[in-house]
């Protein structure tokens, strides 16, 4: 059985694999509808989301699952003190898979250590967001073809942004990749990004602090908004909050072929005047990410097309 905590726990050719997968989902949707009759996905959140469990959640029913679970921890056991390792083991007895979503670093992995049902990390804390990571690689994929020989403009809140984090270590399994890191210098990304991953695989990569530089040069920016929920005091988010806003006059910086990406929800980041540009793939990049979970859930449940 396996288990989703980090993109890395697919080899590059397994997720090439999979990303085939969700294209051929999106171009034949009937083939699909009804390969997970009969299974259940439990949906486990610990902390807020709308995005990505109801990606999961229209996955699996796209699929033809059943989806049961919960939506914050005040409305499950958690609320009466049960431990993530006690929840799952009940959630396996009534589903064939779960996606859980901690505000703590590491806790889909201890739950995955004793769950007799696949485990997918639908974000833990500060750390991983692999599911959001497939879809990103499956967008710019999609968007400029094969991965590799390419530069990432990654903007905003790298020091908590997890999308950003496993986004880069995703990446730097790819042929040729080059990296610029936009960000005020109190959220730049953690010093382990910076000498386990970059450095110790010898991705070339520059951090700058305004977005006006980096853009002419970019293929591809990744937008993300600052992390209010992780920040410790107050004074210091509304002081970075509004540090960078993607306008149509900044746009114009950017080459023809360069698409802007976002996890979402965003804030103020980038201006709604940039939706209408061809070049603003953050609304794209949801519908992939249905896709990419319809093919992880059918890669961890084994299921077959006939
Ligand atoms: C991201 C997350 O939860 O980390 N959102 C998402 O999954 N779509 C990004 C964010 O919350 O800023």
Do not use: W
Request: hydrophobic content about 40%; overall charge negative; aromatic content about 8%.
């Amino acid at each position: 059985m396996r288990h989703l905590m980090s993109p890395l726990d697919f080899s590059v050719e397994e997720l090439d694999q999979m990303m085939d997968l969700a294209m051929d989902i999106e171009k034949n949707r009937d083939k699909y509808a009804h390969v997970c009759d009969g299974k259940r996905l439990a949906t486990l959140f610990y902390e807020p989301s709308t995005r990505t469990r109801l990606s999961f959640e229209s996955a699996m029913l796209s699929l033809g699952g059943q989806v049961i679970g919960f939506h914050s921890a005040d409305s499950s056991s958690a609320a009466k003190g049960e431990s993530v390792s006690d929840t799952i083991r009940v959630i396996g007895c009534f589903a064939d898979i779960a996606a859980m979503r901690h505000p703590k670093e590491g806790a889909p992995l201890v739950a995955s250590t004793v769950s007799t049902i696949p485990v997918i990390n639908a974000g833990d804390g500060g750390h991983q967001h692999p599911t959001q990571t497939l879809t990103d690689l499956t967008t710019i994929r999609a968007l400029k073809g094969p991965l590799g020989n390419m530069t990432i403009g990654l903007c905003g809140d790298l020091k908590f942004g997890r999308t950003v984090h496993s986004l880069i270590s995703a990446l730097v399994r790819y042929p040729n990749i080059r990296f610029v890191l936009i960000s005020p210098p109190e959220l730049r990304v953690p010093s382990y990004i910076r000498e386990d991953i970059l450095d110790a695989n010898n991705i070339p990569y520059e951090e700058v602090i305004r977005l006006e530089d980096a853009l002419p040069k970019l293929d591809i920016l990744y937008m993300t908004r600052v992390q209010k929920e992780r920040f410790f005091n107050e004074e210091d988010y509304v002081r970075m909050k509004d540090f960078y806003v993607l306008d149509r006059k900044k746009m114009a910086l950017a080459p023809e072929d360069m698409y802007v990406m976002h996890p979402l929800p965003r804030v103020n980041e980038i201006s709604v005047e940039v939706d209408a540009d061809p070049r603003a793939a953050y609304f794209r990049q949801v519908q992939y990410g249905m896709y990419i979970r319809m093919a992880l859930i059918m890669t961890l449940l084994e299921v077959k097309v006939c």
